[in-house]
């Protein structure tokens, strides 16, 4: 079971129909994210609309190494920010009495440049790529072999940048060692993907400086990528199975671990969305009014020239 993803050649080619069921799909899932952010409801509207509008102008740079959901989901957070700019701004010529309680620190985070793993903008470039999807197939491996409390480990290590005592207590495992043990077989691992994907490259030995112990340089970009990149992302159905009840117990181990103590922005925006006890009346208003701003647009696009080689197949990929 997979979950829905449009027909991005469809898209493309601007068909209503096809836009209309992306903004049926995931229009709950983005308002979700946004109005945790912003804690504002018509300024998630407001963002939903921008992320709609921003996804069909950008739609033929789509590249196919990311899921569309990751593709919207990059756009929300980017309109997102802009929109808690703009009201930063606002507040601020407001005078400090009137300033609610402002997400500064988020704007922070999210404006950080990541540090650099490996000197030189392309080289670190390429190391990011390389292991953003060795990680992502170490976590498919450890997903197929259900071995969720591995998952759980590394993606505290990893991912929340947690220590192994902390780990260790958290997990109630035997003892440090056995977190030291988790984190050495899955670093092992990676480099053996990493062979794989880069033979004989010159990447290959950044991944050996983790092994002489210059682990902060390589920890922190690992985070960083760990959550960008949503490397251990649950799919939303495993999301759907959760709040219906139906997840089995070593599943839900790391789908609650990633959801209430990792705290993934995304996942939980998929949470809010399907627990949603009335998804109809005030959704179905959104999805009128983001359909009609998303006709406008594509009419304006496809108006005055119908363009007709937009009508041919897709580009091979
Ligand atoms: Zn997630």
Redesign the pocket.
Known sequence: MSDWAPDVARLQAREDEEWLKVERAYCGRLLAYAYRRTGDRQAAEDVVQETLLGAVRGIDDFDPVFTFEQYLFGICKNRTIDSLRRRKARTLQLGPDEEGPQPIEFLARETETPSAIVRGKELTERAQTLYAEILRQWVEETWREREFLRLCVIEALFGGQWRNRDVWRRFQMRDETAVAGIKFRALKRLRELAAVEESGGDLLRYLAAVEEGNERLFDLDLAQLWRDK?V???ARHWIARLVAGTLDEEAGLFVRF??DE?K?????A?RDDLSRADQSAELELLIERLRDSTRRFLRSRTGPDPSPTRLGPPPST
């Open positions: 949503r251990a992302c649950p990633h959801l990792m993934c922005p995304w996942c939980l998929n």
